[in-house]
């Protein structure tokens, strides 16, 4: 049993395939958190507890002691997980325990995204039921070992059973305590078009936040956060890791107590997010997902990809291959008509290439970004026959036809704002702060959520469409809603996600067929809870190949490469100014969701050539990159070279892509080890017809060939013999 609950001990042992997480009811019944780590056979470390208090100390000891929900106000110090403020102007919280269950299966979060499961063996629950007497703060903490997947999610249910109002001012979905503080942290941090670079800084005696308050998980920072060891690598070492299923505002802080004892946490950030709760009522907290690693790096992104990939993505397109898509923005940017798109897919469809997305501008009157934003109705000058003639002969030329949207959007030049100027994010008396000449729809409101299902149905229903990109292109600001009252206007940011996921799954349950991708300006909201409603997300508006290295390896961190949209794009790059070959774009861009994005009537014979193998290899390749299991071999971050690689344990078949950015004169020959094959099974290279065993391409390494010039790239496909 993945969960038991040692009655004389008081401990409760929730256990993974390679993790133990261990909570203890102390003498008082608050409830502390005594281990998260390496599997044990039993999780009696009640022995443990004692050792927190040390000898005489100027400190009270509540705050010295591993709490699993720390509350403010009673002798601890740090971030805490839980804060409610009550009418008589205190915040202070002491919560015991009263009663716990333990069940097959997991719940749903109600309005939330969350991993689920198909069947009620692959997950045991735990909930643990506290209370703070005098306020009537009544908190559900709610634990799933999803066994074979070997990670542990958590959330809580805040419930006011008291007489008056509380509010929450703090809501960490997880928050733990971990021994001692010789740890670095792990953080993905970034900007427009160069999202989630990896950072890793020693731990030290200080509170480290990482947080979004921009009302998106953002390309800032991304909702996640690692402590390891402090040798741990790619393949080796200690790893502690948590990812908020989450697309909004919020908040992960690592620090270190005055007893050198470190804890992490991520949840709601409450900068921007209070939540008054009126007796009765209940607060469901979003929920995060957290992973230990004894495989370094590796091991914990291999725990949260599959994770994500099965059992947190959902619908029909999770399983299914994806298409190679072409999509016209860098192509064409708002300057097109319907000959100069018929000519770019059919162009497309005769490589090979499977679905053409019509990016920004097929609406209202926009050519530029200065209007038409919720206006969702065709511009009949740049596309006579509507969206529904474009797509049919899209259709015809043997390709789905995809679409773009800006759904929680308007501009201020719109119909849709000049009829409800009220509908967007704002502050009565205070001007609107504009962000690409657009406001933010106020998705807090049930009348403005029914407009952008109605408005977006509207147009799917009528088009055969196979594909939305779902974009959101700037952050919030003045965060408040004209229609709450004063007490509840702190709780808009979070109302408006809740809106969203409303939105999200209304849309995509009533057209299950259609693949829909995130995006957001790049890759500004690239988190899990996106990645519940659509499959895969934009990685990011620069598409250049070397930039794209760093790109797709920090993300694959947290995600799997199945989620990642990845397209080659013209050469020199519109992003950067770099010019890179062909072959080194396809190859990169081969490593994520395979696309293009580039008008490739202007590309060379011999370029289209390698067009049309890359896009054979994708298919031929496909099922092995979005099932795989991937590793990540070398780091753009630390060298001239870049590695990563994909094996099909079931298949046997592998596939290992090396890249280098600058040629050197006169170098010896540079070798990549290969992870995750069997020892003693051989694999053979399916282009020289070499064979090798799964030993030596490991231990001994692959050497590369010398590099003619800059950036270069390699393709290796092995099949297990
Ligand atoms: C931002 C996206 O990241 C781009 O791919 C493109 O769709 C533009 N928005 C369109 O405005």
Redesign the pocket.
Known sequence: MPITYNQDKRIFHLQGKTFSYCLFLDASMGLMNLYWGGRLPDGDVSYLMDSYWGGASFDLTYGRAPHEIPTRGTGYYGTPAVCAENEQGNDVVKLTYVAHSIRSGKRRLEGLPAVYVEDEREATSLVIELLDPLTGLHVETEYTVMEDLDVLTRSMRLKNTGNAALTLTHMQSASVPLYGYDYDMINLSGAWARERAINRTPLNHASVRVESQRGASSHEQNPFIALCDKNATEQAGSVWAMTLVYSGSFLAVAEVNNFDNARMSLGLNPEVCHWRLAPGEVFQTPEAILVYSDAGFNGMSQRFHKTIRTRLVRGVWRDQPRPILI?N?EATYFQFTEESILDIASFASKLGIELFVL??GWFGKRDQ?NCSLGDWVVNRRKLPHGIDGLARKINEMGMRFGL?F?PEMVSPDSDLYRAHPDWCLHVDGRSRTEARQQQILDLSRREVQDYIIDAISGVLSNAPIGYV?W?M?RNMTEYFSGNCAPEHQMETQHRYMLGLYRVLETITNAYPDVLFEG????GGRFDAGFLHYMPQV?TS?DTDPVERLAIQYGTSMVYPPSAMGAHVSASPNHQTGRATSVKMRAEVALGGNFGFELDLSKLSQQDLETVRQTVQTVKEVRATLQKGTFFRLESPFSGNFAAWQFVDEESGDVVLCAYQRLVKPNPTAHRVFAQGLCPDAFYQDIASGATYSGSALMHAGLPLPIATGDYSSWIYRFHRQ
């Open positions: 999509n923005w990016d920004d970004d773009w800006e990109k974009d292109n995006c957001s300006g790049g934009w508006d």
